[in-house]
């Protein structure tokens, strides 16, 4: 079964440069979350989009913005990067319609600010 | 506020079965259950809803108890593959669009 594309997989950027990350849910999902995870922590929620509107935001930095387009995938845009950015940055997707709202999480992607 | 989760770390011999808890100050609309190997993403084991409970693998299973906020995921003959770290992510009711994931469980099998 298809599952999440996130893209791409590690990535390696200085302080103040800037970044995009890829997602690609599930075919028929129409939910997008992002999650950013420090080393030892638990994923911590940045923002989500239901059908391409932004449905819910978290402790996500001002630097930071995100979309999703009429295919359904999502891009994370992260500027003026911090040592402090360095993390897993998870996607996962959902199906809302089915009423129960299971996400599904890709790969993830390393991000190391030098 | 965040999901307290206990114990933060327990060790097992195979076989062996375990309980993780999940405790929340906010009323709960549903509790998901991952579990999340070093370096790799966190994979749906079950879902809760209102009290309910459904079975994601034949030898883990889990309970939610609404009016406590809590849940409880047991885990019974444990194996090696269930290491990894198991986190409780929990949706509020008014704000089903995220999963506001607890404080973690290491669990570690050993032979």
């Known amino acids: 079964a298809a599952g999440v594309i996130q893209s791409p997989r590690h990535l390696i950027k200085e302080k103040r440069e800037t970044a995009t990350l890829k997602c690609y849910p599930i075919p028929r999902h129409d939910t997008v979350y992002w999650y950013q995870q420090g080393p030892g922590q638990d994923p911590q929620f940045l923002i989500s989009?239901?059908?391409?509107?932004?449905?819910d935001k978290g402790s996500i930095p001002d630097r930071f913005s995100a979309q999703q387009f009429s295919d359904y995938h999502s891009e994370l845009n992260m500027s003026s990067l911090e040592l402090g950015d360095s993390a897993l940055y998870f996607c996962?997707?959902?199906?809302?319609?089915?009423?129960?709202?299971?996400?599904?999480f890709g790969a993830g992607t390393r991000l190391s600010v030098l | 506020q965040q999901p307290v989760q206990s114990p933060q770390a327990v060790i097992l011999r195979e076989g062996e079965d375990a309980v993780i808890n999940c405790s929340s100050s906010?009323?709960?609309?549903?509790v998901h259950w991952y579990r999340q190997k070093h370096g790799e993403a966190p994979v749906f084991l079950m879902i809760?809803?209102?009290?309910?409970e459904q079975k994601g693998h034949d030898k883990i299973s889990a309970s939610f108890n609404e009016k406590k906020q809590q849940s409880s995921l047991y885990l019974t003959a444990s194996q090696l593959s269930y290491s990894g770290t198991y986190f409780c992510?929990?949706?509020?009711?008014?704000?089903?669009?995220?999963?506001?994931f607890g404080t973690g469980t290491l669990l570690a099998v050993q032979p």
């Open positions: 996962a997707s959902s199906r809302r319609g089915q009423g129960v709202n299971i996400q599904y």
């Open positions: 906010k009323a709960l609309y549903s």
């Open positions: 989009f239901y059908e391409k509107m932004q449905s």
């Open positions: 809760l809803l209102k009290g309910g």
């Open positions: 992510g929990t949706e509020k009711y008014g704000a089903t669009n995220k999963l506001i």
